[in-house]
């Protein structure tokens, strides 16, 4: 035994090339599983971050409902009702700062400092926070702010706030994060809730109250309590768990298939090293095993040998994966734009997952050669007279052809039906019944196409086409290529066709400026009378609204005014069972509570005009009346329902999104900032069309240029076991090669064999791989429609071109290696036995 593992350990280093590639795939697979784990929990931790921006650790929120009289909050009677629970008095507050370069919505919050900073955590540049306190004008601001105004301590700044200007002291500055998550164009202001009444001459107010519930467990039980006890105020809990669930979900699920495409890829490749390092030493294992040693010590010798390449590729890859894992973390941040920091947390657990797994596919994908070395008899061995298996099994033909006629049924009759798991795995179904199905293709192929080979390449190209069909090694690299080049074309097709919907959809709405604010109830007539605006249009937008008593929710619903919808949103078709006209079916949205259901949703949950449906609308549930349907790719994609926006706003108090969306003169050259001036007396956030695409293209950018890397990472990988491959069956056919080299094969010829057949390969895979992508991506509408949120792919023929193109000349590259080997081919070495 001891013998043998010298020769292990001798063998392991000399081979040098194949113990980098064999530990590159492991390492390659392992920082992917990693990263993979890693961003789920990293993008989870990012969410809460924006969610808490505003409530800090807070569990519930209570402001004044509409049985209050009054917006703002009585303190002692919610005092004397959460005595057991830590709580903070806000007054939220909104105002403008202005400068001669700088025009900013501000965000006041007035508060005891002492009791917000032990709910929502106050970080501060250059000094403790511990003992936090702030008093008569002091506040504090963000370090972006700070540097941006710049403005340092003790610096006074001047705001606007409820019509009056008042200036402040800067007393702190703090770090971007919770209280101080700022969008673009907004500034958060803390100040002391008794010196601002002060500043603006008027008693203490309270619009909110923050309560931090000591017992987690019993969040409920003091929710209903207080709603009992408090009735003149609505009490919410401040962060939605499922939601945050199916957020996180359906951000990592396209990590974790194209992670199973890697893990493919790495297995393939180091399956396909193990059979080249096992012929390569079957003469040595064949003198070991004469001399006495045993099938099982030669087989425990080789695993062991596994598990060192697991172990070392799986360190590796450990160290690898936390770099990977910080630029997926930051190139998926995509609350950016709201000041939200990207947040890396590792799991240390995930350490030890990944770990194992990198030990497991080392082992898993070396034992079956291991196996397969195990039945080869001695004189087999002695003699070199062992060879690969080349016959075809028909059961996989009958299995190949059902995974591809499946698929393709579904698609063309059973498409849509809203199952994921029905979705997902028709592309899986595919992705096998190619691989089955591709030896017979090639034995039909060098059928059809062996005498146009010799008739064009000569009798080499020939023999290299009958090669490619008879060797289980040189087809298995076109099932290689072909499966890694169809997942990167789907991940391709899928990330433009994200863009191509985001540019769509903003082609598609005419308008110029969008403006948000509490306030914009106000500011209409303002906003009409403005001599560059030709026309404005309010939208409610309601987000994640529960239908009761049902297995969905409504993603979008919007309050709209029926007359100056379809001015604001082109491509968009409304309609009914009756062939109504839009404008009347819109209409009828005024009339009671009635919806318009988007044609998805209507279709993936069997929903008819006539329907009625429950809306639990904060704490009501209002009961409607489906009177149509709406399609678009905008309206598809965001999950939209349409009801009358007057009728909503009976049901609905604060905590809503308000817009106004504004069409300006041709005549004018209008901007942000013209508007700001105009209307700055209002706290309005405004922002044109083109920024709102700019900042929609740059979130999603990030997302699809990681799994772009991902499925590039696993194209070149699968480059890496091709060549693998080609040196396998290089090495099964060296005697065959020996053989025509002695009767007059040049090394020419053999190199210029081994080029028609890696480009052949190269190809043939290409093509392929570029079909079975097209359909692949044929359902990624289905998967993105089980999900809700539809996706209308456009496959770009271009993208595809290339892509399999790109395939090609990839093999081509990775033959050179066998070409190389073949030039230093010794004839009597190989054929001396003979």
């Known amino acids: 035994m001891h013998i043998l593992f010298k020769f292990m350990m001798k063998n392991i280093f000399e081979k040098k090339l194949r113990f980098v590639l064999i530990v590159f795939s492991i390492a390659v697979a392992t920082a992917m599983t990693f990263a993979s784990m890693g961003v789920s929990n990293s993008y989870n931790e990012m969410i809460l971050e924006k969610m808490k921006a505003k409530v800090g650790d807070a569990d519930l929120i209570i402001y004044s409902n509409d049985k209050n009289k009054s917006t703002f909050l009585d303190r002692t009677e919610i005092e004397n009702e959460i005595t057991n629970n830590k709580a903070a008095y806000i007054f939220d507050g909104e105002g403008i700062y202005k400068s001669d370069n700088n025009i900013l919505k501000l965000n006041i919050k007035g508060c005891e400092i002492e009791d917000l900073n032990k709910i929502s955590s106050i970080k501060l540049i250059g000094s403790s926070d511990e003992g936090l306190s702030l008093k008569d004008n002091e506040v504090i ?88 006890n408090l009735p003149n105020y609505d009490i919410k809990e401040t962060i939605n768990k499922e939601d945050l669930q199916n957020r996180v979900k359906q951000f990592t699920l396209p990590f974790y298939l194209m992670l199973i495409i890697v893990l493919i890829m790495a297995g393939f490749i180091i399956y396909s090293a193990y059979k080249v390092i096992i012929i390569e030493r079957m003469a040595v294992i064949g003198t070991f095993r004469s001399i006495g040693a045993t099938k099982c010590s030669t087989n425990i010798i080789l695993i062991i040998e596994s598990l060192i390449y697991g172990i070392l590729g799986g360190g590796i890859g450990l160290i690898l994966g936390i770099p990977i894992l910080n630029y997926l973390c930051d190139s998926t941040n995509v609350l950016k734009s709201y000041g939200v920091e990207t947040i890396v947390k590792i799991n240390n657990i995930n350490y030890i997952y990944s770990f194992l797994l990198a030990i497991s596919i080392s082992f898993i994908s070396s034992i079956i050669p291991i196996m397969n070395s195990s039945k080869i008899s001695v004189k087999e061995i002695i003699l070199g007279t062992f060879s690969e298996n080349k016959r075809l099994k028909l059961g996989n033909l009958v299995l190949a052809l059902i995974f591809l006629i499946i698929p393709t049924i579904y698609l063309y009759k059973y498409k849509f039906t809203g199952v994921f798991l029905i979705s997902i795995s028709c592309p899986f179904l595919i992705f096998i019944g190619a691989a089955l199905i591709c030896p017979y293709f090639m034995k039909i192929f060098s059928y059809l196409f062996k005498e146009l080979y010799r008739v064009f390449l000569g009798n080499l190209g020939a023999i290299a086409l009958d090669n490619i069909s008879s060797s289980k090694a040189l087809i298995n690299n076109v099932v290689l290529l072909m499966s890694t080049l169809s997942a990167v074309i789907a991940i391709y097709v899928a990330s433009n066709s994200v863009s191509g919907l ?181 706290n309005l956030t405004i922002s044109s069309k083109e920024e709102e695409l700019k900042v929609d293209l740059q979130e999603n950018e990030g997302l699809m240029n990681s799994l772009e890397s991902f499925s590039l990472m696993a194209l070149l990988i699968g480059s890496l076991g091709i060549m693998n491959n080609l040196m396998v069956s290089f090495m099964y056919r060296k005697k065959e090669l020996a053989v025509l080299s002695s009767v007059g094969m040049s090394r020419f010829q053999r190199g210029y064999l081994l080029l028609i057949e890696g480009a052949t390969i190269g190809i043939i895979g290409g093509i392929l791989g570029a079909l079975e992508g097209i359909f692949i991506s044929n359902f990624i509408e289905d998967i993105t429609y089980s999900l809700d949120a539809y996706l209308k792919v456009e496959i770009s023929i271009k993208l595809v071109v290339l892509l399999g193109a790109l395939g090609a000349i990839l093999i081509m590259v990775a033959s050179i290696v066998p070409i190389i080997k073949s030039s230093k081919l010794s004839i009597v070495e190989e054929i001396k036995y003979e």
């Open 141 to 228: 601001i963000s370090n972006n702010i700070s540097k941006k105004l710049n403005l340092s301590v003790g610096d006074n700044i001047n705001l606007k706030v409820e019509g009056k200007e008042i200036t402040a002291k800067v007393k702190n500055i703090a770090i971007n994060k919770g209280p101080f998550l700022e969008s673009a164009g907004e500034m958060n202001v803390i100040i002391d809730n008794k010196g601002l009444s002060k500043l603006l001459s008027r008693e203490k107010l309270i619009t909110s109250v923050l309560v931090n519930v000591d017992n987690k467990e019993n969040i409920e039980e003091y929710k209903s309590q207080y709603k009992n």
């Open 502 to 682: 985001i540019i769509t959809q903003y082609e598609d709405m005419n308008y110029n400026f969008k403006i948000q604010g509490s306030k914009l109830k106000y500011a209409k007539d303002d906003i009409y009378n403005l001599d560059y605006v030709n026309n404005y249009m309010e939208e409610i937008i309601l987000n994640g609204v529960e239908v009761k008593d049902k297995d969905f929710d409504i993603k979008r619903l919007e309050g709209i005014e029926e007359d100056k919808f379809l001015d604001f949103y082109s491509n968009v078709e409304i309609y009914d069972d009756k062939g109504g006209l839009q404008d009347e079916i819109l209409k009828n949205l005024q009339s009671g509570n009635n919806i318009i259901i988007n044609n998805i949703l209507a279709k993936k949950k069997n929903i008819e005009i006539g329907d009625k449906i429950q809306l639990k609308i904060e704490d009501k549930e209002i009961i409607y009346n489906v009177i149509g349907f709406v399609k678009g790719d905008y309206i598809n994609n965001l999950g939209v329902a349409l009801v009358d926006k007057e009728l909503l706003k009976e049901y609905i108090s604060i905590g809503y999104e308000n817009n106004v969306l504004i069409k300006n003169n041709n005549t004018y050259d209008v901007t942000s900032n013209k508007l700001k001036e105009d209307l700055e007396s209002y």
